[in-house]
């Protein structure tokens, strides 16, 4: 098979929110990665001493440039910033706690200028003890089957297919995914409407719908510390997180819902917000 882009160089896309503690080894990474023509860190109004380590790293390399948003507008709205700042015909996001291996992107790129078409590529991320993350391969979710089954929600997560090089998926998680630039730029880049979360799912459905191939390369593993940004602002993060599944579901399942279903989702989604925040608060006593 032969892909209708040609090989070429890697935009690589950081958005950084309190990423100080993974940032240097991040970057360090990145810049001797294979394939990498372009870095862009955009970051959202960090306090913690992360743009002093992307000014650093800027300073020693000059594929790297940064933007220091005076405020967080959103992983969306900064994810398009990058990729609007570079040229490169393929782009990369990658997580700031994201551990990429000198040949990650250089043989995700590969595999996709193999597929016959254009395709949205993700990896094998595993945390520090080597667990799959389980979000690194999801269904399509279905919310009004969530209200009839309150156990599907956790069966979204898809099985490693060890027989497959490139399994395809339904999503694909934002911690890293690589595509052609025709494509990104076909779907409009990210909803920036989406403040936090459900972003890298929306991206996912357009691009299938657009054509696309979705799947994961189970030959390329990459280490994912999760949550550091997180951890700073729980509360931020929960309340975007169901915003956005809120949005997902008016934009695509919500228009072939009855009412009763639309009220049951929009009830399901804040209740389980509640309950989140009070365990939340629970801790903080």
């Not at 862009?40 to 380590?53: C, L, P």
């Not at 929600?153 to 027989?163: K, M, Y």
């Not at 934002?174 to 494509?183: D, E, K, N, S, Y």
């Amino acid at each position: 098979m032969t892909s209708s882009v040609e090989q070429g160089g890697i935009a690589v896309v950081v958005v950084t929110y309190a990423s100080a503690s993974t940032i240097d080894d991040c970057l360090m990474r990145l810049r001797v990665a294979r394939g990498v023509e372009e870095i862009r860190i955009v970051d959202n109004a960090s306090t913690d001493g992360t743009m002093e380590v992307v000014q650093r790293h800027a300073l020693q390399d000059a594929r790297l440039r940064f933007i220091a948003n005076p405020d967080n507008p959103g992983f969306a709205v900064g994810c398009n910033q990058g990729a609007r700042d570079t040229g490169s015909p393929w782009i990369a996001f990658v997580n700031p706690d994201l551990m990429v291996e000198v040949d990650t992107l250089s043989r995700l790129r590969a595999h996709a200028a193999a597929i016959t078409g254009e395709s949205l590529l993700g990896a094998d991320l595993v945390d520090e003890d080597g667990v799959r993350d389980a979000a690194a391969r999801r269904r399509e979710p279905v919310f009004a089957a969530m209200l009839s089954s309150p156990d599907a929600a956790s069966r979204l997560g898809v099985p490693v297919d060890e027989s497959c090089v490139l399994q395809l998926v339904d999503i694909v998680s934002g911690a890293l995914m690589l595509l052609p630039r025709t494509l990104f730029d076909r779907l409009g880049g990210f909803d920036e409407k989406y403040r936090l979360h459900a972003e890298d799912m929306d991206l996912c459905r357009r691009a299938r719908e657009a054509g696309a191939w979705l799947a994961v390369a189970n030959d390329v593993r990459v280490l994912h510390i999760r949550g550091v940004s997180s951890r700073s602002r729980p509360l931020f993060v929960e309340w975007h997180k169901h915003r956005g599944l809120w949005r997902y579901f008016r934009k695509f399942e919500s228009p072939q819902r009855g009412m009763p279903t639309r009220l049951g989702v929009f009830a399901a989604i804040w209740l389980h917000f509640g309950a989140v925040l009070a365990r939340i608060l629970l801790r903080r006593r």
